[in-house]
């Protein structure tokens, strides 16, 4: 009796054990290497990574089809793809500062100051120095000016305000004071951006006594950019 | 011998037929858990023809040793070391002596079979 029993058991345990061998080999003869938990967090970081990198391609591909609209709807309608491209070579000048350009803005002249200094006083503090103009230019920007010069040196994204000694260069012109920046954009704003209280011309000018004077007008006109550009150290990336 | 045979068969008919599944990530366990259970039917298979034979320590060996290597997997993946390889040896190791005991068993019974006749 009791040597049934054993083998009842006995039996049991190796249906137990083929059963599960039969459940590992029929479920893992598809694909079976070791995967560690990390490896499979790494895997979906990487997949989560793929699929935002998808998102953006599509993106990318309705931006260029819109484009592709754009541009056979210009067909019909200018005619001539030289047309478009033409105007979009316009506005890339413009915006790279290689066309006069013309619109409502505000001429800000800054000039030295000629109060007598105090007892002691720094006579820097009496003039207009390359910083004061780069904040104001920044200001100005904030305010959203489009286009900005500086004695009539179209500022562009890689011109330099420099210090140099009483005069100031600007695109490799060197030039004294008074300084004149022009800058196109909504007059009111770009005006409030110079006459605000606790704006910095507004400090410069009441509490160091330096003169900052701006006007509004309807036309402002700027030139463009008259040197020219070279560039030494930057390849453009290819397939962009 | 007859009921060892017939446990395979319902096990393997069972394992092919239910439809049952657990998660990829579960197998390597299951195979370091498999390999305990054989060791410990090699285990029970020797001690049967030495007539050492206890059902009790068969079973709680079975499912101890068995538990404790797909635990001690579990373990090592979450620790980052490979603790299953200590698994793998006791058991692996210890397959391989069962065996050959088993062989040495059978081989000598074949032989005084012989004689007899």
Redesign the interface.
């Given at each position: 009796m009791k040597n049934i029993y054993q083998k009842i058991i006995l039996s049991l345990m190796l249906c137990i054990l083929s059963f599960t061998m039969v459940l590992q080999f029929t479920y893992v003869e598809e694909d079976y290497s070791f995967v560690s938990l990390k490896n499979i967090e790494d895997l979906k970081t990487a997949i989560n990574k793929e699929e935002e990198e998808i998102k953006d391609l599509i993106a990318l591909i309705e931006a260029n089809k819109g484009k592709l609209r754009e541009y056979g709807s210009a067909l019909i309608t200018e005619g001539s793809i030289q047309e478009v491209l033409r105007s979009e070579i316009d506005n890339m000048k413009a915006f790279s500062g290689f066309k006069d350009l013309e619109g409502p803005g505000i001429t800000v002249k800054l000039q030295d100051s000629d109060r007598d200094l105090y007892e002691g006083e720094d006579p820097g503090n009496l003039v207009i120095h390359d910083g004061d103009i780069l904040i104001i230019l920044n200001a100005l920007k904030i305010a959203g000016a489009e286009v900005l010069s500086v004695n009539g040196q179209r500022i562009l994204s890689t011109s330099e305000i420099k210090c140099t000694g009483p005069t100031i260069t600007i695109n490799n012109h060197t030039y004294g004071q008074p300084f004149i920046i022009r800058a196109i954009g909504d007059p009111e704003t770009l005006d409030a951006a110079i006459k605000a209280p606790g704006s910095y011309a507004e400090y410069l000018k009441n509490v160091y006594g330096l003169k900052i004077e701006s006007y509004v007008s309807d036309s402002i006109k700027i030139p463009k950019y008259d040197g020219n550009i070279h560039f030494k150290n930057i390849t453009p990336v290819e397939g962009d | 011998m007859l009921?060892?045979i017939?446990?395979?068969?319902?096990?393997?008919i069972?394992?092919?037929y239910l439809p049952?599944?657990?998660p990829?990530?579960y197998?390597?366990y299951?195979?370091v858990?498999?390999l305990a259970?054989?060791d410990?039917?090699f285990g029970?298979i020797r001690s049967i023809l030495e007539d050492r034979?206890n059902?009790e320590i068969?079973?709680s060996g079975?499912f101890g040793n068995a538990i404790l290597a797909g635990f001690l997997a579990y373990i090592g993946?979450?620790l980052?070391v490979p603790l299953y390889y200590a698994a793998i040896f006791a058991f692996g190791v210890r397959l391989f002596q069962n065996f050959a005991i088993i062989r040495r068993y059978l081989l000598d019974k074949i032989k005084s079979d012989k004689n007899n006749i």
């Open positions: - | 009921f060892a017939i446990g395979l068969v319902t096990g393997v069972l394992g092919l049952i599944t657990y990829a990530t197998s390597l299951i195979s858990a498999i259970a054989i410990s039917v029970a034979f059902t068969f079973v079975f993946d979450r980052g």
